[in-house]
């Protein structure tokens, strides 16, 4: 079963600008999850998905959003991007149900560089 | 809210030590523990779970038992090699309605040498 992937794997933007970050689940798995991973803050969540509605956010601007379509694929929005948004993305996905429903397998991330 | 507080890295071992990577955490009700792993330019993988007091998780060599009197689960392997090599990191999952949000330690890098 193929893994978590993510596109694109490296983005440069500039200040200002805005970005899209997409990600496919593992096939069959209807929650996607959002973490920003930096070095001074570390892995931190921004927002889950399933069923096409976002179920939890955490504590991040509204500059920061996402979507869910009906295939389960998931897109973040990343708009008016600041220096300080510079990150790995990272999305990851769980099954709905059965024994390993509380566990996320995450994609390889996207990186973001904000000049 | 929840928290989660690993050792401070890096940890430098030489091929075949025994390896201990401390996590503690802070949470109410009984969260689900997870260590994950991450090597250089990827994401990360999960390593191994435990979801309630005393139970055991293994895989590849690491273990890890969830401590509910200690609040801990703390990472061990008794022999570690050169490909173990990586930053790990210590999570907790408290299940509230079905969310599945992750609190993450700040990570703790491995480096061994051979």
């Known amino acids: 079963k193929a893994g978590v992937t993510q596109t694109p794997r490296y983005l440069i933007k500039t200040r200002g600008q805005q970005v899209t970050l997409s990600c496919s689940p593992i096939s069959g798995h209807r929650s996607v999850s959002w973490y920003q991973q930096t070095p001074g803050q570390g892995l931190q969540f921004l927002f889950e998905?399933?069923?096409?509605?976002?179920?939890n956010k955490g504590n991040f601007p509204g500059r920061f959003s996402g979507r869910q379509f009906s295939n389960s694929r998931s897109e973040m929005n990343v708009s008016t991007l600041e220096l300080g948004d510079s990150a790995l993305y990272l999305c990851?996905?769980?099954?709905?149900?059965?024994?390993?429903?509380?566990?996320?397998?995450f994609g390889p991330g996207t990186r973001l560089t904000v000049t | 809210g929840n928290s989660v507080t690993q050792m401070e890295g890096p940890v430098t071992l030489s091929e075949e030590a025994f390896l201990t990577i401390n996590c503690t955490y802070t949470a109410t009700g009984y969260p689900s523990l997870f260590w994950y792993v991450q090597y250089p330019g990827e994401g990360l993988q999960l390593l191994l779970k435990a979801t309630k007091a005393d139970d055991k998780g293994s895989n590849k060599g690491f273990e890890a038992t969830y401590r509910k009197e200690t609040t801990s689960f703390h990472l061990e392997k008794g022999s570690v090699q050169v490909s173990d090599s990586a930053v790990y990191f210590c999570a907790l999952r408290r299940y509230h309605e079905g969310r599945r949000a992750l609190t993450f330690g700040s990570g703790t890098r491995l480096q061994v040498q051979p």
């Open positions: 990851a996905s769980s099954p709905m149900d059965g024994p390993s429903s509380y566990e996320q397998y």
């Open positions: 998905y399933f069923s096409e509605t976002q179920r």
